[in-house]
């Protein structure tokens, strides 16, 4: 499109870039508020979720086919839990993002899913004993509901907003089955495997109008429509090894490494544009405006059936103590490798992310579990619009109750927030302009475990 003809900037003292730039934002936030960036956007497994996740040196019960195999070799007989997070909401807030005070972005994420179920149980083979495991587990959820409307004039220079409206619906879930198998190599030290099938899949519908002019002259209004379709799935073969050592009876080291292989993925993108020229009364504009530089319903499209060739690795090392009979401690540091993705927005840095919890044992039935995260941001700097530097720190409380029946049940608050976030375009960034962004999670989960 040749932009002199189209805004006869001479004629109505206006500067090209500006209004380059409104619609430029126009077509382009579209940004997905998924939790791709972070990797621990939810904590899995009953007991370890209390503590922050940091249970890699612990591991003896059926989420450690997650956390780590190894110490599965050290549950009893037959082991079963389930977790699920019965409320979780999500909040994002981008503040002045087009540099107005007053345009404030909010999105809101709140669902039911499941978290956790897992089963593991002892068998012998030739003479040796061993423990199988079955494990399903969502890491990551997303369902999110945008409805939007800013009909508050807003003005940068010659350059006028009258309205803008966005309507958007994201879906997105991880999903991952597994079997295990975990042995005592000694009496100390337990070794195990977990092999199973990912599904992750991502769908997003973005629909967006802007209507602007040019401050002191009311002949000409600009219209802008756009509606963007994108979707993506990675599907394959995810790995976890683990080894649990028993350092003394109370003392204890975990290491354990998780690996996603890609099989079958897809990314496509599609997008329905229209600009038009408007008389006030909202009628075509047919003044000097060159007809042929506006279009309607222009069509784009994209397709990769290359995601990622590699997905982030994650290498954990923990440890855990006893302080007392009734006082547990353990520490994570959980190290994930970087990907990149043909698709800017899908590429990932090296991240570190540690967690520390502990569990309180009161009169034998009660226990009080907490735990302190970190989940930082991954996101790469390839993209040319997302929200970066979103490093979370996470709050976890769960108080458990088990009965005479040797059956526990828990309920977990996991609370995460940021504060440093901001949102990052590459025409705001060449302006000095990085809008703040809020954004926290409550979740709050329910379990039960049991050794039958």
Do not use: C
Request: hydrophobic share 35%; net charge neutral.
């Amino acid at each position: 499109m040749t932009f002199n003809k189209f805004f006869p900037y001479n004629k109505f003292n206006v500067n090209k870039k500006k209004i380059l730039f409104i619609i430029y934002l126009i077509f382009k936030f579209n940004y997905s508020m998924a939790d791709w960036q972070h990797h621990n956007s939810f904590l899995i497994g009953e007991r370890a979720a209390g503590m922050g996740g940091a249970y890699t040196a612990i591991s003896n019960d059926p989420s450690g086919i997650y956390y780590n195999p190894g110490g599965v070799a050290f549950t009893k007989n037959t082991e079963i839990s389930l977790s699920t997070v019965g409320y979780f909401i999500e909040d994002i807030k981008v503040n002045s993002i087009y540099g107005f005070s007053d345009y404030q972005y909010e999105i809101k994420n709140s669902d039911i899913i499941t978290g956790f179920f897992g089963f593991t149980n002892k068998f012998t083979l030739f003479d040796e004993e061993f423990f199988w495991g079955v494990a399903v587990y969502v890491p990551d959820h997303t369902n999110i509901i945008t409805n939007l409307n800013f009909n508050s004039p807003s003005y940068i220079n010659n350059i006028s907003i009258k309205r803008y409206i966005v309507n958007s619906r994201e879906t997105g879930n991880e999903s991952n089955y597994q079997v295990s198998l975990s042995k005592l190599i000694r009496e100390d030290l337990g070794a195990g495997i977990a092999v199973g099938v990912f599904n992750i899949q991502h769908d997003e519908i973005n629909t967006n109008n802007i209507l602007g002019g040019i401050v002191n002259n009311s002949n000409f209004y600009f219209e802008a429509d756009n509606i963007d379709v994108s979707s993506y799935y990675i599907r394959g073969i995810n790995l976890n090894l683990g080894i649990l050592y028993k350092l003394t009876e109370y003392l204890s080291i975990g290491f354990a490494a998780n690996f996603k292989f890609p099989i079958f993925q897809n990314y496509s993108r599609q997008a329905l544009e229209s600009l038009y020229a408007l008389n006030p009364d909202g009628t075509p504009y047919t003044g000097t405006i060159t007809s042929n530089t506006l279009y309607s319903d222009r069509l784009s499209s994209d397709t990769n059936n290359t995601v990622a060739k590699i997905m982030p690795y994650r290498f954990s090392l923990g440890i855990a103590y006893n302080v007392t009979k009734n006082i547990l401690v353990s520490f994570d540091s959980s190290y994930f490798t970087g990907m990149h993705s043909a698709v800017d927005k899908l590429s990932l840095k090296p991240i570190f992310n540690y967690s520390l919890g502990s569990e309180f044992k009161i009169l034998d039935q009660f226990s009080i579990r907490l735990g302190l995260f970190t989940n930082n941001y991954a996101g790469s700097s390839f993209a040319s619009e997302q929200i970066i530097n979103a490093d979370f720190i996470g709050l976890s409380t769960g108080l458990a109750y088990t009965n005479e029946n040797k059956t526990t049940y828990s309920l977990t608050s996991v609370y995460q927030r940021t504060s440093s976030a901001q949102y990052y375009n590459t025409n705001l960034a060449a302006q000095g302009r990085y809008p703040s962004v809020s954004w926290y999670s409550v979740a709050i989960l329910a379990g039960v475990s049991s050794s039958l």
